[in-house]
């Protein structure tokens, strides 16, 4: 199986690093699916994106992720972050909350955590 070395950094804090077999995100281009072997390439990340990671032992990581850029390299993938959370930390209520009451400001930040909850399962 092939496999490639993924790191999900924010700012504050390494969210996840580990081998896997595919990634998707979305960028300012449109949506972009990773593979091991994938051309190098550099995408923005949206502001309330959903990351998803599939692991090599079969899991999913997913993150709702507030800007930043993803990089592929020969080497692997790297997806830094200004903001993001995973989705397990997530309070669903508080978020599906937030995205009622929020400004326009606010709404994609809490439509990306209640997105990256609802792709987690």
């Known amino acids: 199986m ?6 999900l950094v924010a700012v504050e804090r390494r969210l996840w ?7 998707s995100a979305q ?12 051309e190098p390439v ?4 949206v502001e309330g994106g959903v990351v998803r990671i599939r692991t090599t032992d079969g899991g999913l ?10 990089s592929v390299t020969g080497t692997g993938v790297s ?8 989705a397990g930390e997530i309070d669903v ?11 326009d400001a606010e709404r994609a930040r ?9 792709q987690s399962a």
């Open 2 to 7: 092939a496999e490639m070395t993924v790191e």
């Open 17 to 23: 690093s580990g081998k896997a077999t595919s990634v």
């Open 27 to 38: 960028t300012t281009e449109g949506e972009i699916g990773i593979l091991p072997g994938h």
């Open 42 to 45: 550099l995408g923005q990340l």
């Open 61 to 70: 990581v997913t993150a709702a992720v507030h800007g930043g850029f993803l």
């Open 79 to 86: 997806i830094l972050a200004e903001d993001a959370e995973l």
């Open 93 to 103: 209520a508080a978020a599906r909350t937030a995205l009622q009451d929020a400004d």
């Open 110 to 118: 809490a439509a990306a955590r209640v997105r990256a909850v609802e």
